[in-house]
């Protein structure tokens, strides 16, 4: 079993959300942030959310304020804000650092698996995105740039195996 | 006299349309036109020619292809402050607008070697004072047709003042050409570097960043405006795109895929490194001339005060904190960093002896002397001796002292304060030999350092570490602290680094603290820093701290034991003592140095520094006049009084009224 469904980080009111309930699934985990220009990204998010949810595809946004301190709201905040603004209804966790001596087990296991670019692992901005295939590995990464619609054709192929 | 605009655009077309066999012909045609248009034409006739030279090479890939890396120098020469007004914004001046575009056209389809190579040539000249000199220049014009009333490129008319009070400095003509230039040429090397096909994009990518590096080395120390060069390079190494293995090679039989593979890796692999060295290099350099204000930060975060920071500063910090967040997305691990400066920082000055082994004063001179050039000497042999990528030192020093700023959090939060002079002495002493290795920023950072490592560590520990500090190497390192101290122009960086200064020489053991006061006011040196080492000794005398060691607490007792006999000795009572304890032989030293000045006091060539001294001398023996001999105090007090009272005319200066008031004060105690 991949060690990915062994991480267990918490959701946004502080609870541990266990990755073994993602057996199976296809995941995108995504460090999001309220203040970034990327922040629209948002809306494709959910629109991919709701359009494979009933395939097994769960996303999860990790808030993260180490990039240009653009989320600097508290979990309740940021949550309210993800709903308010682009109706998200996919699970958004508790604020987390990605990068650094802090860094977030979830974050040290996918930075591990792929590296971005130039080989580098560290997370370089805000919607850096991580695909998890049904197994538990991580299947690619995807810079800040990328668009999430972009993405579909390959979280299709693997809502496919 | 100038040809009409519509002729001039209309040969310009010409020479596009018939001269494509002749491409040196088409470059010398727009060169020619361009240069009579720039020197006789109005603005709008300046307006019309780039935006006919733009059209044609829209339409011409294939001539910009050609001569495209030959049309920069020549676009640049409109970017002049006769075409540009400075006060307005970039997007109102056609003139801006239209060069950009045509450099953007020539990034696009120029040959993109040839392009890159232009652009790092004009970054390697671009030179501030160029630009400094035409803003003089136009000054000195301005001032002798219209009296200077006009000139609203000045550095006053740059400056406003907001409904907050709050001054905003607005870019002068020389940094907003200067920043013209660098958006310019900096877009054509980021666009032509992302189209150059080679399986070998790190020798590219060197190329520019060593362009980048000559550029601000060339210019940063005549910038008002850091953030200018700090944005772009923080731009750049973030935007990087490594370039994909061409698809010819990838096609071709000559080469087979496991060595393009290998070949490929290892170039991302030097591209990494060299945006890693990149960076850092970037937070070092641009950084040269800026206080980082992290040790106030954090002085004033232990007085429980907020620092006042302007929007200059925090515009800086913004920038320092993308970089901070950068080297965490380029792999870089401060804290390992950070351990490696502090080994190496150890190496340089762990080789010097103990004071044990330091038979005679000569030597004693000399090897003190020594300890003022090691880090400059281990600078060069570094140098000389590298032949791998290293991060730039001085850069990661800043970001391991930033991560407070950042986090509120010490990157190390026990550092032996020995090694925080280490790194003081190595990122300091260097300056006196090479003006290149002088950085503000980094000597910040050490003195952040000393602070944590001093708070961060119980006292006792604290002087146990710096009883092993060699007595010279901290009179060196006190030296350098000191004058750089009294050379520092900001108000919140002297006051802390004052303190700073005063808590060391509360750890120091008492002789070394003694000796190294004793050094200062001996010396013939100046006289601000003998005023502040004596408010320092005043503190050290009068303020008490608990005895640590055996022998102390001994001492202590005794000194109880005499007080409950009636018997008292004025500078040590219960298992408080001072943190310096004035002793027969201190007392008779300090007698003799002050009375050697007081005698030596000439009232006819007296300046403010010199009765400041005077008055600091009172001030000490009024503070510490229970414990001192009064017969001593006597001397002092009636030649002082002596000296002072022979001109009385002196009195309309305040120092000499207030020596006078502090002298009256003495004697009246002595009384």
Redo the contacts between chains.
């Keep these: 079993m991949s060690k990915f469904y062994e991480l267990a980080p918490s959701d946004k009111k502080g609870e541990p959300y266990s990755f073994s309930q993602l057996e199976g699934k296809v995941i995108l985990i995504v460090n999001v942030a309220s203040k970034c220009g990327f922040t629209p990204q948002y809306k494709e998010l959910e629109e991919l959310y709701q359009k494979h949810k009933d395939e097994g595809l769960v996303i999860l946004g990790f808030p993260c304020n ?4 653009q989320e600097p709201g508290s979990d309740e905040e940021i949550a309210q804000f993800c709903t308010l603004n682009y109706g998200v209804t996919f699970p958004i966790m508790k604020k987390i650092e990605v ?3 802090s860094v977030d087990p979830v974050y040290e296991f996918l930075k591990s698996q792929r590296a ?10 805000n919607f850096e995105k991580f695909l998890v295939d049904r197994k538990g590995e991580v299947y690619e990464r995807y810079s800040s740039l990328t668009k999430p619609a972009s993405i579909e054709g390959d979280i299709e192929k693997l809502l496919k195996q | 006299m100038m040809e009409n605009i519509e002729v001039i655009c209309e040969q310009l077309v010409t020479s596009f349309n018939q001269e494509h066999d002749d491409p040196l012909a088409i470059v010398i045609d727009i060169d020619m036109y361009a240069e009579e248009v720039n020197e006789y034409g109005s603005i709008l006739d300046k307006e019309v020619y780039l935006k006919e030279l733009l059209k044609q090479l829209q339409e011409h890939h294939d001539i910009v292809g050609k001569i495209g890396w030959d049309l920069p120098e020549v676009l640049l020469k409109f970017y002049v402050p006769k075409n540009i007004d400075v006060r307005k914004s970039l997007h109102s001046s056609d003139i801006i607008i239209t060069v950009m575009k045509c450099f953007n056209e020539i990034a696009l389809a120029g040959n993109p070697k040839e392009c890159l190579l232009t652009g790092c040539e004009l970054l390697s000249k671009l030179s501030i004072l160029e630009f400094k000199k035409i803003e003089d220049k136009a000054k000195g014009t301005n001032n002798d047709d219209k009296g200077g009333s006009n000139d609203t490129t000045s550095r006053e008319n740059l400056v406003t003042v907001t409904e907050d009070g709050e001054y905003l400095f607005h870019r002068t003509q020389t940094d907003f050409f200067f920043g013209l230039y660098l958006h310019v040429i900096f877009e054509l090397i980021v666009t032509t570097l992302r189209r150059i096909s080679t399986l070998y994009p790190s020798k590219y990518l060197g190329m520019a960043t060593a362009a980048i590096m000559k550029c601000v080395r060339n210019n940063i120390d005549y910038m008002d405006d850091c953030n200018l060069i700090l944005r772009r390079i923080y731009t750049f190494c ?1 935007g ?3 370039a994909e293995i061409p698809r010819d090679l990838l096609e071709s039989e000559k080469i087979s895929n496991d060595d393009l593979k290998r070949i490929s ?1 290892k170039e ?2 030097t ?2 490194k060299l ?1 890693q060295v990149f960076s850092t290099f970037g937070i070092d350099i641009c950084l040269r001339n800026f206080n980082t204000k992290i040790d106030v930060k954090f002085f004033y975060d232990l007085a429980r005060k907020a620092m006042v920071i302007s929007q200059y500063e925090n515009n800086v910090y ?1 920038l320092i ?2 970089y901070y ?2 080297a ?4 870089i691990n401060l ?1 390992d960093e950070l351990l490696k400066f502090i080994k190496d920082s150890r190496k340089i000055y762990s080789s010097l002896p103990k004071d044990s082994e330091i038979t005679s004063d000569e030597a004693r001179v000399l090897i003190s002397q020594a300890v003022y050039k090691l880090s400059y000497t281990y600078s060069l042999q570094k140098i000389t001796k590298q032949t791998k990528f290293t991060l730039d030192q001085q850069g990661i020093f800043i970001l391991s002292g930033f991560h407070y700023f950042e986090t509120c959090k010490h990157l190390l939060p026990e550092l032996d304060i020995k090694d925080a002079i280490y790194m003081y002495l190595r990122v300091t002493t260097p300056t006196l030999y090479a003006d290149v290795y002088r950085n503000n920023s980094s000597e910040n950072i050490a003195r952040y350092w000393l602070w944590v490592s001093i708070i961060n560590s119980s006292i006792e520990k604290a002087r146990s570490n710096l009883k092993e500090l060699p007595s010279y190497v901290f009179s060196v390192f006190f030296e350098v602290l000191l004058t750089r101290n009294l050379a520092e122009h900001n108000e919140e960086t002297r006051l802390s680094s004052f303190t700073l200064l005063t808590r060391l020489l509360c750890l120091a053991p008492e002789d070394v603290a003694f000796d190294v006061i004793m050094q200062v006011l001996e010396e013939k040196r100046n006289l601000p820093a003998k005023s502040c080492v004596l408010g320092i000794m005043k503190d050290l005398t009068t303020r008490t701290r608990q005895c640590f060691d055996d022998f102390e607490k001994e001492e202590c007792s005794i000194a109880n034991k005499m007080k409950e006999m009636n018997i008292e000795d004025k500078s040590t009572t219960s298992l408080m003592r001072p943190y310096l304890v004035l002793d027969d032989h201190k007392m008779n030293a300090i007698h003799k140095i002050s009375l050697n000045y007081i005698v030596n006091f000439n009232l006819s060539e007296y300046n403010e520094s010199a009765l400041l001294l005077m008055l600091n001398f009172i001030k000490f023996f009024n503070a510490v006049n229970e414990q001192w001999d009064n017969k001593l105090l006597i001397e002092v007090q009636e030649k002082i009084d002596a000296k002072f009272n022979e001109k009385r005319n002196y009195n309309d200066k305040g120092e000499v009224k207030l020596i006078l008031e502090a002298n009256k004060k003495l004697g009246d105690y002595l009384k």
């Design positions: 180490q990039f240009g301190h990068n650094g001596n971005g670019i130039l080989g580098f692992r560290g997370i370089k901005w | 973030r990087y795109l490594p890796e991302l692999d591209q990494g945006l913004e904190s993308r967040q950068l965490q997305a380029f792999d804290e």
